[in-house]
């Protein structure tokens, strides 16, 4: 199995373990938005891969078979990340369904082929940031992850039946 890179460790967990500090929020804002980027970057490196030969079908299938429920935890992260009241203690749900977005999207990458273009890539969507507020983030990462559902829907519907 592929390790994640190091910067995954500290992009996706630091602010698991943060707790309640002030910042938590936008701190797990950033982590959904990390996460939704670097499942979008797999969505499409498998497009690629599988057109290019470099992926077969079944291996297509058990990608996509991760990653959408990894995008239906995305969207309930987002959910819950909207109604959080920063002033409230965080959600206790959240950092679990964090955490099994992350294991999710670590098997992923494990799936894909090593090479130092999809490193390249994933490490790229993991610091790509958004230049508005945390709500406004939220509202458009539940755009996203929705947008992403739909896209891996097609995707196995267009690789049929196993």
């Known amino acids: 199995m592929q390790r994640l890179a190091p910067w995954c460790y500290v992009v ?5 373990l943060a707790g309640c500090s002030p910042k938590t929020k936008p701190a797990m804002v950033q982590v959904n938005l990390v996460t939704y980027r670097s499942s979008q970057t ?14 077969p079908a079944p291996t297509s299938r058990q990608i996509y078979g991760i990653l959408r429920p ?6 309930e992260a987002t959910t819950l990340l909207r109604l959080w009241n920063p002033d409230a203690p965080m959600p206790p749900q959240l950092p679990a369904l964090i955490a099994q977005m992350i294991r999710l999207t670590a098997t992923i990458i494990s799936l894909l082929p090593t090479s130092e273009a999809t490193e390249a890539a994933l490490e790229s969507a993991a610091k790509t940031t958004m230049r ?10 539940d755009r996203l992850w929705r947008a992403l559902l739909v896209q891996i829907d097609r995707r196995l519907q267009g690789l049929g039946p196993r």
């Not at 996706?12 to 698991?16: D, E, S, T």
């Open 12 to 16: 996706c967990l630091l602010p698991v």
């Open 42 to 55: 797999i969505a499409d490196l498998e497009t690629v891969l599988a057109q290019a030969g470099a992926i």
């Open 70 to 75: 990894a995008a239906e935890l995305g969207i």
């Open 132 to 141: 508005l507020t945390p709500e406004e983030q939220l509202v458009e990462l």
